[in-house]
């Protein structure tokens, strides 16, 4: 048996080997897969106080040398072996995927998916830069001013880091970060528990591709330190539920991540077509395991809801729990194992009402719940709801789950509330102006697109650019 | 002195203690009353150290509850006492009442520092809960025994606590800058070498100025417990290796427990403590079964027992766990290593606020 990594603290770039020391096990078992250094609060809150230090260092790069780093480094990403640890040791693609698959529970499948989506940031980046600036030239980053459309522009930065609390369930998150460096903003990671391996390995991704290694903070540390960079970063950014939003919707500098409550919708005038979209529709509760804040969560049609959620559940039915390294496997184990059990205990309790039903129970084998190679697991699940007024009608959970309601089209923008992504599969133009109108939705697809695919160039949630960087007006005096 | 002649000096003060605590003339109105009650006479049954189990645990509620005369001895009828508070978020704190205990053991304490760190005449800042609190008194008895004088910057931790029991964080922060701001001017206007502190805001203020740079060369601190990692921050990197950091572990019942700073980066800055023995023993139990003791290397509770003239407490539980070490050359003796709240694996804590 090999000696687990140790994952140190990276202060400004610089490893630091914490004498308080947490061991990360693989799941299933009592065998250590990492050690990591923690950082106490109170040493964070001094290494933040040196963060302009950290932008100096990328400032002396041109954004253009940044997007050819951050490409560059992509391709060390997904090909590379890099360095792991405290002793030199190097990490090949198929370490790092075997590694997070041993501490997260995710299937090497979609390890390598989102292995794929990440490399795909780093890859268009020029074009995600473009979309979020609104066709900036680079170059006014670096000169501090000069012009966009005809018009003077000109921008300062709204801090010297981009703090990032990072869940252990998605490394695809870290995606929300990667266009900061080429925006010469350092990054300060706070990463999950279990998942420190991804934003590692970008870190000397970017390393390695020449990125100046001042850019990258990495701090493991307990609530009090993520407490501490929350209100200490001049930027930050963080994953929770509907409460953590709440906490910080009028703090400007956090941006939280929270509950997607994506729906996918069918208009009245294809609902005769429904058997054509089901695809879509598994597609948009099932990916990422239904982990992602862009899946589908409730499913709205205007008629045939019994027959789409029975369609659906069939197809659902047929991702069970497989072997890590089984190449069909789409379920992810919870690496938190009583995650599974409290999210059943709530299934469970909103189908005690007589107005929901768990359709997808005909068709899978076993109960919802599963234990397999030591880890909890949820099977999908579709619940066919009478109303909106149903528990289960709007809640997002952390597996392929979602529900099936129906209502008259007319009504749905009333009743869907606050979505992250929202698909119409209508071609009704006076719908569909309307769904344009409405404020409560971040991203609309209009006709047959799943939830879950975006595109990086469209912000589908807050603009990266817009939280860095703020607009100031200047002027320069004539000279003689 | 050796392990053997350390035990019998604290078996000699036992004794002592015994005939001093439960006698008509000089002994403690509570535990005479408590003596009648319990049926036997602690004189002839508590001949050493190890029979001190035969009391019952000290419950502080009593300092709370019973009026501070009854724990005046007889001896010292008539005699003004300071009275010295612990606790008391919410209600009536709980009091102690005492007399010369606090110099003798902060007299003892300063034989234990470095002149080279700690340099004699230098002037002492204190910075933390002064008010009621017995440490208010003693710091400035230590810098005045060693020469100097102490300036004070006050903080109140209880309100601290209540702050943090309502999750106002940010309040905290506030607060904390406020006590900050008032010692940082001192430190930078006034001639100081020698800091007592608590962890936090020691810090705290090493977040705003250079304290070694300053003129601080030493740093006496207690108040909450530290992880290794934190004290190796607090002397590497706020002190900048600079200064002497010198952890404490102690409260009003007890007294100070020392621990040996220089040989903490060896230790990999795990801090073991000593007490001040025979004055007070500290004692590693199984939690469950407080009459046994932990072997060496073992987590447990911490027992506290003092055995002062002043003040007599059996085998008290506090509300810490740590490790049952090895009596060092230098202190001939158990000590107590890698202090934390009791139950701190199993649940949250308040503690270490200021």
Not at chain 1, 228 to 235: C, D, Q, V
Not at chain 2, 50 to 67: A, N
Not at chain 2, 174 to 199: G, L, N, W
Request: glycine share 8%; proline share 6%; with cysteine.
């Amino acid at each position: 048996m090999t000696a687990p990594h140790h994952i140190p603290v990276l202060r400004q770039g610089k490893v630091y080997q914490s004498l308080d020391v947490q061991t990360v096990p693989k799941l299933g078992t009592d065998e250590a897969a990492a050690e990591i250094s923690f950082a106490c609060a109170d040493m964070i809150k001094y290494d933040m106080h040196k963060m302009g230090s950290a932008r100096e260092a990328l400032k002396k790069f041109s954004c253009e040398e940044l997007v050819a780093i951050t490409k560059k480094a992509g391709e060390y990403f997904l090909e590379a072996d890099l360095p792991i640890g405290t002793t030199g040791a190097l990490q090949s693609p198929e370490d790092y995927v075997l590694s997070l698959a041993s501490t997260s529970g995710l299937p090497h499948a979609l390890i390598r998916m989102n292995m794929t989506r990440l490399g795909g940031i780093f890859g268009q980046i020029d074009d995600i830069f473009q979309g979020l600036t609104r066709g900036l030239d680079w170059a006014v980053l670096d000169k501090g001013y000069g012009e966009q459309g005809g018009a003077p522009v000109s921008f300062s930065p709204t801090t010297t880091e981009l703090a990032v609390i990072l869940p252990s369930n998605s490394p695809a998150v870290n995606a929300l970060w990667i266009p900061a460096i080429a925006m010469k903003v350092p990054v300060l990671l706070k990463p999950g528990r279990e998942e420190p391996w991804t934003p590692w390995r970008i870190i000397q991704a970017f390393i390695k591709a020449g990125c100046p290694p001042e850019a990258f903070s990495l701090y493991p540390t307990q609530h009090d330190g993520s407490g501490a960079i929350i209100r200490r970063a001049g930027r930050v950014m963080l994953f929770g539920d509907d409460s953590t939003v709440k906490q910080h919707e009028h703090d400007p500098r956090v941006e939280v991540h929270g509950t997607g409550y994506s729906k996918f919708v069918i208009g009245e005038d294809e609902i005769e077509n429904w058997e054509q979209y089901v695809d879509s529709m598994v597609e948009s509760v099932s990916a990422n395991s239904g982990r992602s804040c862009i899946c589908t969560s409730t499913i709205v049609v205007p008629k045939y809801g019994d027959e789409i959620a029975e369609a659906i559940s069939k197809r659902l039915a047929e991702i069970k729990p497989l072997a890590q390294d089984d190449p069909d496997a789409k379920l992810s184990g919870f690496a938190n194992p009583k995650f599974a059990e409290w999210i059943n205990e709530a299934v469970e309790q909103g189908l005690e009402s007589k107005g929901a039903r768990d359709v997808t129970a005909q068709y899978r084998e076993g109960d919802r719940f599963q234990t397999r190679d030591g880890m909890n697991y949820l099977q999908p699940t579709i619940i066919r709801v009478d109303s909106f007024d149903e528990e289960l009608a709007l809640r997002e959970f952390l597996f392929p789950f979602a529900s099936v309601v129906e209502c008259p089209q007319a009504e749905v923008l009333d009743k869907v509330g606050y979505s992250l992504v929202l698909t119409a599969v209508t071609k009704d133009i006076e719908w569909i102006n309307q769904l344009f109108d409405c404020p409560h939705i971040e991203r609309l697809n209009v006709g047959n697109v799943p939830t879950n695919r975006i595109s990086w160039n469209q912000p589908h949630e807050g603009n990266l650019f817009e939280f860095l960087y703020t607009r100031r007006s200047f002027a320069f005096a004539e000279t003689a | 002195m050796t392990a053997d002649e350390a035990k019998s000096q604290l078996d000699d003060r036992v004794r002592e203690m015994m005939a001093w605590h439960f006698s008509e003339e000089t002994g403690t109105p509570f535990w005479l009353d408590w003596m009648k009650e319990a049926g036997w006479d602690p004189r002839e049954e508590v001949k050493c150290s190890d029979d001190i189990v035969k009391f019952p645990h000290f419950q502080d509620e009593w300092l709370r509850d019973e009026k501070n005369e009854r724990f005046v001895p007889n001896a010292y009828k008539g005699r003004p006492f300071n009275i010295f508070e612990t606790g008391g978020t919410t209600g009536l704190p709980k009091q102690r009442v005492g007399w010369d205990d606090y110099k003798h053991d902060y007299e003892q304490f300063s034989d234990q520092l470095s002149d080279e760190y700690f340099p004699k005449g230098g002037n002492w800042i204190m910075v933390g809960p002064t008010g009621p609190r017995r440490l208010r008194l003693a710091v400035e008895h230590l810098a005045n025994h060693r020469g100097g004088s102490c300036y004070h910057v006050d903080l109140d931790p209880r309100w601290v606590k209540r702050l943090i029991g309502r999750k106002e964080l940010d309040q905290v922060e506030r607060y904390q800058a406020h006590v900050m701001a008032q010692a940082v001017e001192i430190i930078k206007h006034r001639d100081i070498s020698c800091i007592f502190t608590t962890p936090k805001l020691l810090a705290s203020i090493g977040e705003r100025i250079s304290i070694a740079d300053h003129g601080i060369k030493g740093c006496f601190c207690g108040g909450t417990s530290m992880t290794p990692e934190y004290v190796r921050f607090l002397q590497e990197e706020v002190l900048e290796n600079k200064a002497l950091f010198v952890p404490t572990y102690g409260n009003t019942l007890m007294g100070l427990a020392v621990s040996i700073p220089e040989e903490l980066p060896e230790n990999n800055y795990s801090v073991t403590y000593y007490a001040p023995q025979p004055r007070a023993i500290l004692r590693i139990v199984d939690p469950e079964k407080t009459e046994i003791t932990k072997d060496y290397g073992e987590y447990g509770r911490v027992e506290l027992t003092t055995l002062t003239h002043e003040f007599f407490m059996p085998r008290f539980l506090e509300r810490d766990e740590a490790i049952r070490r090895k009596p060092h050359a230098r202190y001939a003796w158990d000590g107590v290593g890698d202090v934390r709240p009791f139950g701190a694996l199993t649940k949250t804590v308040i503690e270490g606020v200021y």
